[in-house]
């Protein structure tokens, strides 16, 4: 069965510090998307990806956040100076919409900023 | 507007029992109302969803209840087993907007055998 896969699994950083989050999308999914998890809270949306843009994005996702496609397999989420309260699980997901927006997530990388 | 309210945050049943979990929401232009199960390590996976054309899906022992009226949906596990032990999200979309599922804060199921 197809499956998103994202890397890394767990990933510690200091605060500040550059991280890039990937994920491979299922390969004839057009959309794309990154929600995060706060340890105990809810799914949050972050931001979805269509035909190489951004096509929709919540509050969270200011400035220090950035996501690109860029080989045509792998998205990318960029969390440019990492901040305390970025630590979280980040899933990825894909969908490929037709009536019903059915996502398929990955299993998530685990953030720690220090 | 947005959000989805699930409850309870984490919930502890017999095997053989019935697990319920209850989500409510605001926005009456969702029309999809999607669950996800999630096992630890893995992503949320979709259960099972409904439309608010019926008040009624089942599919093996996982029922959605649906209420219009009182925008509320609950997830109803029948016989529930160990192997259901997982965490639970009830979400919400347009298709008249963007899709794009609002989540629930998720359920912790433990089913002791």
């Known amino acids: 069965e197809p499956e998103v896969t994202q890397t890394p699994s767990h990933q510690v950083t200091q605060m500040g510090q550059e991280v890039i989050l990937r994920c491979v999308p299922i390969?004839?999914?057009?959309?794309f998307y990154w929600y995060r998890q706060i340890l105990g809270q809810k799914v949050e949306f972050l931001v979805s990806?269509?035909?190489?843009?951004?096509?929709?994005k919540s509050e969270i996702f200011d400035d220090q956040f950035s996501v690109e496609r860029p080989d045509g397999s792998n998205f990318t989420l960029k969390i440019r100076s990492t901040k305390l309260e970025d630590s979280a699980m980040y899933f990825c997901a894909s969908s490929q919409p037709g009536g019903a927006n059915v996502l398929t997530f990955g299993a998530g990388s685990r953030l720690t900023v220090l | 507007q947005q959000q989805v309210k699930q409850s309870p945050q984490s919930l502890i049943v017999q095997k053989g029992g019935i697990s319920i979990i209850n989500c409510a929401y605001e926005?009456?232009?969702?029309?999809?109302f999607p669950w996800y199960q999630q096992f630890p390590g893995k992503g949320p996976a979709l259960l099972i969803a409904?439309?608010?054309?019926?008040s009624e899906k089942k599919e093996g022992r996982f029922t959605i209840s649906f209420n219009k009226s009182a925008k509320q949906f609950s997830l109803h596990i029948m016989d529930s087993q160990p192997g259901d032990s997982a965490t639970y999200f009830c979400a919400a979309s347009s298709s008249g907007g963007s899709y794009i599922p609002t989540f629930g804060r998720g359920t912790s199921l433990i089913v002791h055998p």
């Open positions: 990806f269509y035909n190489n843009e951004i096509s929709e």
């Open positions: 390969s004839n999914h057009l959309y």
């Open positions: 409904i439309r608010p054309d019926v």
């Open positions: 926005n009456t232009a969702f029309d999809y």
